[in-house]
Nanobody
Framework: QVQLVESGGGSVQAGGSLRLSCAAS????????VGWFRQPPGKEREGVAA????????YYADSLKGRITISQDNAKNTLYLQMNNLKPEDTAMYYC??????????????????WGQGTQVTVSS
């Protein structure tokens, strides 16, 4: 069974950092597009970053470039999201997602088949 389990969320002050993890199982991790999405309170889900596990360039939301880094450990089937200089507007539920192919519209959540339950990130000012 496909499973994506996020961890690493928590409460931090503005300017702080967090490293989110996503442990994947039940599918061929090395052949999937994996990404991070977030959903702020009362807002729609939005793409944060994505990467093809088999290699290739990473993709980032324009508004977050320079503050986040997506990485992975294929041996452990684990995806990471390093977030620095966090801002209150970064407060959201963060989700790990996976799909068979990284599409041009990588930020479109409808392109992903599997989702984790999410991990909450709260940034206070």
């Amino acid at each position: 069974q496909v499973q994506l389990v996020e961890s690493g969320g928590g409460s931090v002050q503005a300017g702080g950092s967090l490293r989110l993890s996503c442990a994947a199982s039940g599918f061929i991790y090395s052949r999937y597009c994996v990404g991070w999405f977030r959903q702020p309170p009362g807002k729609e889900r939005e793409g944060v970053a994505a990467i093809y596990t088999g290699g290739g360039s990473a993709y980032y939301a324009d508004s977050l470039k320079g503050r986040i880094t997506i990485s992975q450990d294929n041996a452990k089937n684990t995806l990471y999201l390093q977030m620095n200089n966090l801002k209150p507007e970064d407060t959201a539920m963060y989700y790990c997602a996976a799909g068979p192919i990284c599409l041009t519209r990588w930020y479109d959540s409808s392109a992903y088949l599997y989702w984790g339950q999410g991990t909450q990130v709260t940034v206070s000012s």
